[in-house]
């Protein structure tokens, strides 16, 4: 069976989880949180992050920086993961559901302004499949009614927008290591701070509501109870096996992208049958993060997803629309949001993972195309 992910290790890993043990400091903000805190800030230049137990945690986080309080609304892409909207549902805000494009499941930029009310406090886009949303016209909007942006990068680690690297370019953004994700700790994320305003309430936040980082930095000369927080941050054992990742980023991406592109030029000649695939924006580029086909329907996509199972090939479908949801449906405004819901019943995601071997990777397209030959 090949499977649809498989979670990829640098073989350090177990190495610097010991060295972790070994030091005698394993709680949170340690020697392995402090290199890969390193790493994001020196070698991929953000602003200043920290790390979290996951990317939900980061957009929690992100949703108390943000002060956000009931009633406030919140915008943010239906076709998405729960823990975006969950996250800011949870500090008592009103979602307001985007719908995607035709182009690709990103929301619909053109469409934001007219969701926008004096009750909005923040946009949330949602970078899917690593490929970036149309941040300048995000942003724009944003300062034109004075709004926050919260990036939803969790599938977009090295990936850029007009060259930014995503996560750098609205006010926070949360990134997730997840097993599923380019770069894993099993569960982990990253807060991303890119509004020095933001950057000591962030810590104090991710300290339990303390100014424990302060104290330790020589700051304060005890430390106490300054605000709301709780426990986002991980132990160092966590940050260790992130660290032996950090350090095959390259490697990583460069696998990974390969794959993708391998899949994008082998299935192109879907298109010709009304096959939707992942389609770049200019401003945009490919992090290798998952591929994806859309099929012309429902039961077109799971008849082809039942075709590579019997061919040993595990592909799944994605999100189901967080507007329908059985949470949400009955507070969400009514809208009919079609793009969310065409890519919910028909995306169909395709193994991509570090190990995925050349061979099994052409088996899996042509399979795709053995389907697609059948059905005309
Ligand atoms: C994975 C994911 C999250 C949540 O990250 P976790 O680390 O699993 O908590 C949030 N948003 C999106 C779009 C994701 O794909």
């Given amino acids: ?6 979670p990829y290790l ?8 010991e060295e972790a043990v070994r ?28 790390l979290t137990t996951s990317g939900t945690a980061a957009l929690e986080m992100a949703a108390l920086l943000l002060n956000i309080q009931p009633g406030d609304e919140v915008i943010i892409p239906s076709f998405t993961f729960v823990s975006t909207a969950n996250a800011f549902v949870l500090r008592g805000a009103k979602v307001v559901f985007a719908d995607s494009t035709l182009e690709n499941p990103n929301l619909d930029v053109d469409q ?14 949602v970078h899917y499949a690593g490929i970036a949303c149309d941040m300048d016209a995000i942003m724009r909007l944003a300062r034109k009614h004075h ?67 302060a104290f330790f930095r020589g700051e304060v000369d005890k430390y106490t109870w300054v605000d709301i927080g709780s426990s986002f941050l991980p132990s160092d054992i966590i940050a260790a096996f992130l660290y032996a990742q950090l350090e095959n980023l390259q490697d990583i991406q460069q696998r990974r992208k390969h794959l993708w592109t ?17 389609t770049l924006p200019d401003y945009a580029t490919n992090n290798g993060h998952l591929f994806y086909l859309v099929c012309r329907n429902l039961q077109e ?12 090939v595990l592909a799944v479908f994605h999100y189901q629309p967080l507007h329908l949801s059985p949470y ?7 809208r009919t949001l079609p793009w969310a819901e065409h890519y919910a019943d028909c995306l169909v995601r395709l193994p991509l993972f570090y190990e995925l071997e050349a061979s099994q990777q052409a088996m899996i397209i042509e399979e795709v195309n053995t389907f697609y030959s059948s059905i005309v």
């Fill in 1 to 6: 069976m090949i499977p649809f992910n498989k």
């Fill in 10 to 17: 640098s073989g350090r890993e177990t190495r610097y989880i």
């Fill in 23 to 50: 030091m005698g400091k394993i709680s949170g903000d340690g020697a392995f949180t402090k290199r890969c805190h390193a790493f994001f800030e020196q070698q991929l230049g953000f602003h200043k992050t920290l």
């Fill in 112 to 125: 934001l302004e007219a969701l926008i009310t004096p009750r909005t406090r923040a946009i949330v886009p």
């Fill in 147 to 213: 709004l926050l942006v919260v990036e939803d990068a969790a599938h977009a680690i090295d990936s850029y927008y007009k060259g930014q690297p995503l996560g750098q370019i609205g006010h926070l953004a949360a990134f997730s290591f997840h097993e599923t994700k380019n770069i894993i700790s099993g569960e982990g994320g990253l807060l991303a701070i890119n509004q020095a305003e933001f950057a000591r309430r962030a810590e104090i936040i991710w300290e339990k509501g303390t100014n424990r980082s």
């Fill in 262 to 278: 391998e899949y994008a030029t082998q299935l192109a000649p879907l298109r010709a049958q009304s096959i939707g695939l992942p």
């Fill in 301 to 312: 996509r799971t008849a082809l997803i039942a075709h590579l199972r019997a061919c040993n």
């Fill in 328 to 334: 949400y449906q009955a507070q969400h405004d009514g």
